[in-house]
């Protein structure tokens, strides 16, 4: 167990439904994200919270919708999804550095979220 | 978007051999390079992460960094079939203070 975990574990909707991912992590860590995993490609970074500061990759379609109300939680809520939407959705959590600074500061990550759009 | 390059293997190499993954990355910028491990089905679990030029040991494994030359790379000794997963090399991104890019990974069958 990496201290990070995410509820549900699978979940099967219809592309009219709405759904929400949900991630907490107990390690006190101040910055979580949001990473999509789809086959034969790299892991790629939807969302980032770190101290109230929101960071989002552009290329993220809006029916992914993120929250994050505190520093442990952080939700991705779901609607109109499309087939290629499936995928498995990982959380992750770390230390935030300065912008400029070179300290290491690793991610750890959920067990995921396998989803599948019908 | 900076590219962050792996081989995608399978690399097959039989137990108690070390296994050698690569991985190069665009952003001579780069500073901070992780390492993680991912059986199939679970979520990827870091293994080791580097910043400086040179070698870091840990049990097992090796981590290499060459930033003149733009690749890290993951050695591991006495190669288990346990061992057998993808491994993920990922780059912390120049003026950001937590975002990584990943490669594709490396798929590794350590044979018994």
């Known amino acids: 167990e990496t201290g990070v975990t995410q509820t549900p574990r699978h979940l099967v909707m219809g592309m009219t439904n709405k759904k929400s991912l949900k991630c907490e992590q107990h390690?006190?860590?101040?910055?979580m994200y949001w990473y999509k995993q789809s086959a034969k490609k790299p892991l790629e970074l939807m969302f980032v919270y770190s101290l109230e500061e929101r960071v989002e990759n552009n290329s993220v379609p809006s029916r992914f919708s993120p929250e994050c109300p505190n520093s442990s939680h952080l939700f991705l809520h779901l609607h109109t999804l499309q087939p290629e939407d499936s995928a498995l959705y990982l959380c992750?959590?770390?230390?935030?550095?300065?912008?400029?600074?070179?300290?290491?500061?690793?991610?750890?990550f959920g067990p995921g979220t396998r989803l599948t759009v019908t | 978007q900076k590219e962050v390059e792996q081989n995608s293997g399978p690399l097959s190499v039989p137990e108690g051999a070390i296994a050698s993954l690569n991985c190069t990355y665009s952003?001579?910028?780069?500073?901070?390079f992780f390492w993680y491990r991912q059986y199939s089905g679970k979520s990827p679990e870091l293994i080791m992460f580097i910043y400086s030029n040179g070698d870091k040991e840990d049990g097992r494994f090796t981590a290499q960094l060459n930033k003149a030359s733009q690749y890290v790379s993951l050695l591991i000794r006495d190669s288990q079939p346990s061992d057998s997963a993808t491994y993920l090399c990922a780059v912390k991104i120049p003026n950001s203070g937590y975002a990584l890019n990943f490669g594709k990974g490396t798929s590794l069958l350590v044979t018994p």
């Open positions: 952003d001579r910028g780069s500073q901070s």
């Open positions: 390690l006190g860590h101040n910055a």
């Open positions: 992750a959590s770390s230390q935030k550095v300065q912008i400029s600074g070179t300290g290491v500061r690793e991610q750890y």
